[in-house]
Nanobody, 125 residues
Framework: VQLQASGGGLVQAGGSLRLSCVAS????????MGWFRQAPGKEREFVGR??????????ASTDSIKGRFAISRDNAKNTVYLQMNSLRPEDTAVYYC?????????????????WGQGTQVTVSS
């Protein structure tokens, strides 16, 4: 599976962005899709995931993410989305989409098989 993330950019605090990730090469609906982010000097952090059919999704329960981000997918377009609202400067990071063929939900980066190249999100105060 090849993944191509886009939609990042510079936004003011309180604003919104929607990231997209287009997949190609395999049957998209066979994969659980995840979003991760990595800020400079920090470990890669789980953001959220969505089931192959799109009926079940969840985002990280940490206070830094909970309630502000949402994941969706359109299997007809081979695309997964990350809607980010009420953005804060601490959301500044490179955001990655990833795919796993494991049948269960996982938030461990090690269990994702395929990764996009990342898209930079910068939130100014």
């Amino acid at each position: 599976v090849q993944l191509q993330a886009s939609g990042g950019g510079l936004v003011q605090a309180g604003g919104s962005l929607r990231l997209s990730c287009v997949a190609s090469g395999r049957t998209f609906s066979n994969y659980v899709m995840g979003w991760f982010r990595q800020a400079p000097g920090k470990e890669r952090e789980f953001v959220g995931r969505i089931s192959g059919g799109g009926s079940s999704s969840s985002t990280a329960s940490t206070d830094s993410i909970k309630g502000r981000f949402a994941i969706s997918r359109d299997n007809a377009k081979n695309t997964v989305y990350l809607q980010m609202n009420s953005l804060r400067p601490e959301d500044t990071a490179v955001y990655y989409c990833a795919a796993t063929s494991l049948p269960h939900f996982t938030n461990s980066p090690d269990e994702y098989d395929y990764w996009g190249q990342g898209t930079q999100v910068t939130v100014s105060s």
